[in-house]
């Protein structure tokens, strides 16, 4: 039998009552308590249509239509309440205000009393005066307070906006689980990913998934930790990369902060300055991306990257930074250094002592020197060479000398690199360079090594301004098997190769030509020229000092010879000391291969430091 009760507004039945306000029910029901029951009640409709069946009991309400259960408010144009099954369908600007704190918005609803699930349909809408979720259709559970969607959602949280295909919102904790096609779009910064948890309170974003973070100066590509959204800080586990327009690095963990462009690596830091082929390993490392510098420590190794071979520099500490391009930068004056370049024609021996009649061995060692001094053979005719170093310019390198970082404040901050990047100043500097130049400094403990040249000392310093490595206190360099000393040694280079060097003053060159014997080659300045990536000749200027054994055409050593000359020339052949050419009158004794006394075989400040030279790139990385 079909009952069918018309309730028209104004009239009263048991439970229902119309209203005039959509928003205040004239009905007084029990007080707003919490009700332990699942029943729902209306509290408002202007009509009320109920139909009941065998199979159907349900009550049409239309006009302003509110439902209360427990603490909680529904309210719409027009619905449906299914007694039996203790369901309500709803539509029209749905609303439902759960404790005044949670609101859901939707064109439709299905609303199950007994489970308090909430299916909001058709511009689905949940905020908590904070954050607004939208989607096109969303399930929420106010038992748990849990807000779901599957159909694409997007949540606006200050001027940040979330967008997923899928996503579930915990309305007590504020956390968010997105899903699938992620994004935050944010004025200081984008965010991609698969997977994420945020935080609508904290403005956390906890990293489950590979992401990418872009802040406009740099790119993040991490798969583990949290970035805070608002303060731009992010702490990232399982090796995140950080690239920029100049630079990357990488390593087991980063923490960074957006506000000062500075982020801290720990663990197998593996950073690159891609336009320069710059790159540092370490364990530990600082890189201010604002300043375009970077700090390393615990076992650093700085790469510099050329077309054939590639130079490793070890310290206990690295720093590199960007010269500041409206910095006057003065620059090394080449020009003075490039008086004492070798000459086209080489300078020959204008007077050696000869040996003593009888002395075959010293006859046919002394042909076999002038015959490699020069290119004539009649040496009668041989002329005093006029070449003599230009002594301004090289004093004007060798103040660089005494510059010497301060390597506890470096640690703190960049250095004055206006104060020694170099020690000379053109008198009218070319057209600025417009790219970026790069310093490096490494202090204490610094080993370097290349296919062609390894080196020890306490302080490096060089810049690619004019492309120039300075190496302070107790400098070695070896290169053909000869080590070179001084109290300061530069080492130009073109290209990323090695291309001249100086020993500046108590310069020495040691070649080993046995056990204990040395030749030896001792002036203020040495200037060295390589070519093809080996020693090509070195010029030995002021006061040069010579030791050097004398071997037959079967390498059997005959006498040893001891030289005083103004200046001395030292070529190479493939590695190997070729000639050696005395410029202006040596005064030269020689000695037979026994009988040079022991205190006259090594020059003042002799030493043999072969211990000290790396082996291997891999014995500067640690392996």
Not at 44 to 61: G, H, L, M, P, Y
Not at 82 to 109: M, P
Not at 140 to 169: A, C, F, P, R
Not at 530 to 553: C, P, R, T, W
Request: glycine fraction near 6%; aromatic fraction near 8%; hydrophobic fraction near 40%.
């Amino acid at each position: 039998m079909l009952r069918t009760f018309i309730l028209l507004a104004g009239l009263g039945a048991t439970g229902l009552l119309a209203a005039n306000s959509r928003h205040a029910a004239t009905l007084p029901a029990q007080p707003l308590q919490q009700d332990t029951t699942k029943r729902i009640y209306l509290l408002q409709a202007k009509s009320v249509i109920n139909v009941t069946t065998d199979t159907v009991d349900e009550r049409r309400f239309r006009g302003d239509v509110i439902f209360r259960q427990g603490t909680s408010l529904l309210y719409c144009d027009s619905a449906v309440l299914k007694a039996r099954q203790n369901i309500v369908e709803a539509w029209g600007h749905v609303h439902i205000n759960q404790d005044d704190s949670i609101h859901t918005y939707s064109d439709q609803l299905v609303y199950v009393g007994d489970t308090r699930i909430a299916t909001l349909t058709g511009n689905a809408r949940l905020t908590d005066s904070k954050i607004v979720l939208t989607s096109p259709q969303l399930v929420y559970d106010m038992n748990t307070k849990i807000g779901t969607y599957d159909k694409g959602g997007k949540l606006v949280n200050g001027e940040s906006v979330l967008t997923s295909q899928e996503g579930l919102y915990y309305a007590e904790t504020k956390d968010v689980y997105f899903k699938k096609n992620v994004e935050i779009v944010d004025p200081g910064f984008t965010l991609g990913t698969d997977t994420l948890l945020y935080n609508s309170h904290t403005k956390i974003a906890t990293i489950l998934a590979p992401t990418t973070i872009n802040d406009g100066k740099a790119t993040m590509y991490v798969t583990s930790g949290f970035y805070n959204t608002d303060n731009g800080y992010g702490s990232f586990g399982q090796r995140p990369v950080i690239e920029d327009s100049t630079n990357t690095f990488t390593a087991n963990e980063i923490q960074t902060d957006k506000s000062t462009g500075i982020s801290i690596a720990n663990g197998n830091m593996i950073w690159r300055d891609t336009a320069q082929k710059v790159a540092v390993l370490a364990n530990y490392g600082i890189v201010n991306q604002n300043l375009k510098t970077v700090l390393a420590t615990q076992k650093p190794v700085m790469l510099l990257e050329g077309k054939t071979d590639t130079l490793f520099i070890a310290a206990d500490t690295l720093f590199s930074g960007i010269i500041k391009k409206d910095s006057v930068a003065p620059k090394t004056d080449s020009a003075a250094v490039a008086t004492v370049q070798p000459i086209a024609e080489r300078p020959v021996i204008t007077a050696v002592q000869k040996p003593a009649i009888g002395d075959t061995a010293g006859q046919a060692a002394f042909k076999k020197l002038l015959d490699g001094a020069t290119d004539a053979k009649d040496t009668s005719n041989m002329v005093a060479a006029k070449t003599q170093p230009d002594t301004t310019g090289l004093a004007a390198i060798r103040s660089a000398a005494a510059i010497v970082p301060d390597t506890a404040a470096l640690a703190a901050a960049p250095p004055d690199t206006a104060r020694i990047i170099s020690p000379a100043v053109t008198a009218a500097p070319p057209p600025r360079d417009t790219t970026e130049k790069r310093f490096i400094i490494a202090y204490h403990d610094v080993k370097i090594y290349s296919d062609s040249l390894q080196g020890v000392a306490d302080s490096i310093y060089y810049s690619s301004v004019d492309s120039i490595f300075r190496l302070f206190r107790n400098p070695v360099l070896w290169a053909n098997d000869n080590q070179l000393l001084g109290d300061t040694i530069f080492l130009f280079t073109k290209n990323q190769k090695a291309d001249r060097l100086l020993l500046d003053q108590n310069a020495l060159i040691i070649n080993e030509v046995g056990p204990d014997m040395y030749n030896q080659i001792k002036g203020n300045t040495v200037m060295g020229y390589f070519g093809d990536e080996k020693l090509d000749s070195m010029h030995v200027n002021g006061n040069a000092e010579n030791i050097y054994y004398v071997q037959d055409d079967d390498s059997a050593f005959v006498s040893i010879n001891r030289l005083l000359s103004a200046n001395t020339r030292v070529y190479f052949q493939n590695g190997e000391l070729e000639r050696v050419v005395f410029v202006k009158e040596p005064e030269a004794t020689m000695f037979p291969f026994t009988q040079m006394p022991e205190d006259q075989k090594r020059l003042q400040g002799f030493r043999w430091e072969i211990h000290r030279k790396p082996k291997s790139k891999y014995e500067l990385l640690g392996q």
